[in-house]
């Protein structure tokens, strides 16, 4: 069961400003303390970002936010290797542990940390938005 999703009047300002300055279709927005993290729809996410990240340096300049794109799919394994796709992902495998679905992504051990981030906040926002598309409960990064 995938998450369901609501939007703040904020979230929505934030993905009316994206579609106006990436001309791209967004899925989904969340919203963290300090990052914008945006669904676009499979195929823009290289439109969203803007030749060199103009788009995105643009928004960051504008939200006073790091931001991230992700290129939704409806297949699992596919949309988290898009959400780790910054670390590089060399592979995702996906489990039933007792009655909960979890994934494993396999990204370079040199990123692994930054893929995690902090106190596991990469992670959390991952596992975060894979939960709102996809039957996934848990993440970890091996």
Same mark, same amino acid.
């Given at each position: ?8 009047? #904020?979230?929505?300002? $934030?993905?009316?400003?994206? #579609? +106006? ?13 300090? @990052? ?6 499979? !195929?823009? /996410?290289?439109?969203?970002? !803007? ?6 340096? +643009? ?16 297949? /699992?394994?596919?949309?988290? @290797? &898009?959400?780790? $796709?910054? $670390? !590089?992902?060399? @592979?995702? #495998?996906?489990?039933?542990?007792? &009655?909960?679905?979890? /994934? ?14 902090? &106190?596991?906040?990469?992670? @959390? ?9 996809? &039957? ?7």
């Amino acid at each position: 069961m995938t998450a369901e999703i609501t939007f703040t009047e #904020e979230t929505l300002r $934030y993905i009316s400003l994206f #579609e +106006k300055i990436t001309k791209a279709r967004v899925r989904d927005c969340m919203e963290t303390e300090e @990052k914008l993290v945006y669904v676009v729809d499979p !195929g823009q /996410a290289n439109r969203a970002v !803007g030749k060199a990240g103009e788009n995105v340096i +643009k928004l960051k300049n504008t939200t006073g936010k790091n931001i991230q794109v992700v290129e939704f799919s409806d297949d /699992a394994v596919t949309f988290i @290797k &898009n959400v780790f $796709y910054n $670390y !590089g992902p060399e @592979k995702v #495998e996906i489990e039933t542990r007792g &009655n909960i679905i979890h /994934a494993t992504v396999t990204v370079d051990p040199a990123v692994k940390g930054r893929a995690i981030g902090k &106190n596991g906040k990469n992670l @959390k926002i991952a596992r975060d938005l894979v939960n709102r598309h996809h &039957n996934v409960q848990s993440i970890s990064v091996a």
